[in-house]
Nanobody
């Protein structure tokens, strides 16, 4: 059984930082591209970063580029999302996932106050 467990969310003031973690089990981590996604109330889920665990290549949309950094520790089967200079519009539930196989975590709430 595949499990993805996120942690590290919380309440932070604008300009602050948070580091999210996603611990994976039940899959061979270095064979998948895994990403972070977020969903704000009333909005669709959107991707905010992705990393290929085989070669470490990454992707970020313009909305978070330069502020968010994704990384992975294959030995720990864990993916991280370092979020700096957070803005109120970053407020959402953040999920890690492997969309190709419909693997998703339960999400962790990130709230950024103005």
């Amino acid at each position: 059984e595949v499990q993805l467990v996120e942690s590290g969310g919380g309440l932070v003031q604008a300009g602050g930082s948070l580091r999210l973690s996603c611990a994976a089990s039940g899959l061979t981590f270095d064979r998948y591209a895994i990403g972070w996604f977020r969903q704000a109330p009333g909005k669709e889920r959107e991707g905010v970063s992705c990393i290929s665990s085989s070669d470490g290549s990454t992707y970020y949309p313009d909305s978070v580029k330069g502020r968010f950094t994704i990384s992975s520790d294959n030995a720990k089967n864990t993916v991280y999302l370092q979020m700096n200079n957070l803005k109120p519009e970053d407020t959402a539930v953040y999920y890690c996932g492997v969309p190709l196989y419909n693997y998703w975590g339960q999400g962790t709430q990130v709230t950024v106050s103005a």
